[in-house]
């Protein structure tokens, strides 16, 4: 059940709660507290506590690139994908209280979602894109469909293929990617299977960053902004 970000806010606010907060594209996230909702766009205050201690969100402002807010909610990871449209080093929660805070992009809507260390986007149909998956027990590759993609992971719509169904966490395979042209190739670990329908499995594949060479890296990183601004278009 969605909840709304009144609801989150004034139990954030109530309670301290602590959010993190991930840019497309870094590594590392921030932790960050929830301020208040700005009443002219619906969108979302926050400040980014540690910010100093570890690194800048000027270069995620700069790009536009898509945020992620997550919070622990009654025992439950709510998070809202938006983007940070300025930053305001005097933002006056109250008459005395001041915060170096930034604004993310509204309407916010929470929902629950699981732990992912990258944001992930879905990969839109009529992309020109092509996939297909090897697992050590297969001899042919699988043409699969990609369904989304992080910096860490992509996920994938498949055939219920023997193989497939063998597959368990932590199976090794093979991927091969092209999207506009463009291929990324590597291997992977397998992290979930989830049967959807009679006929598709949904897998999670976790990416060996080592297994990706240069050319096959920058493509990566070339789909997944493109995905992303598709994303923020849409939106």
């Not at 009654?74 to 805070?101: C, D, G, K, P």
Request: net charge positive; hydrophobic share 40%; proline share 4%.
């Amino acid at each position: 059940m969605l909840a709304s970000v009144d609801e989150i806010l004034d139990r954030a606010i109530k309670t301290r709660l602590i959010a993190t907060l991930s840019g497309q594209g870094e590594a590392t996230p921030w932790q960050a507290r929830l301020l208040s909702t700005d009443k002219d766009s619906g969108g979302l205050w926050i400040h980014p506590i540690d910010e100093t201690a570890k690194h800048s969100l000027d270069g995620v402002i700069a790009r536009g690139a898509p945020v992620e807010v997550a919070v622990a909610d009654n025992h439950e990871r709510l998070s809202a994908r938006s983007s940070i449209v300025r930053r305001n080093r005097h933002f006056w929660l109250t008459q005395e209280l001041m915060y170096n805070a930034v604004l993310l992009r509204g309407p916010i809507e929470f929902q629950p979602a699981e732990r992912r260390a990258h944001p992930r986007f879905r990969v839109p149909d009529g992309t020109s894109t092509f996939a297909q998956i090897t697992s050590a027990d297969a001899i042919f590759a699988l043409r699969v469909r990609p369904w989304d993609v992080s910096n860490g992971g992509i996920s994938f719509l498949c055939p219920r293929d023997p193989s497939i169904l063998k597959l368990k966490a932590d199976s090794k395979l093979n991927f091969v990617l092209s999207y506009r042209g463009r291929t990324v190739a590597g291997t992977g670990n397998v992290r979930f299977t989830r049967l959807l329908t009679e006929r598709v499995v949904k897998i999670g594949v976790k990416i060996h960053s080592d297994s990706i060479d240069a050319v096959s890296g920058e493509n990566l990183h070339y789909l997944i902004d493109d995905v992303a601004r598709i994303e923020r278009a849409r939106h």
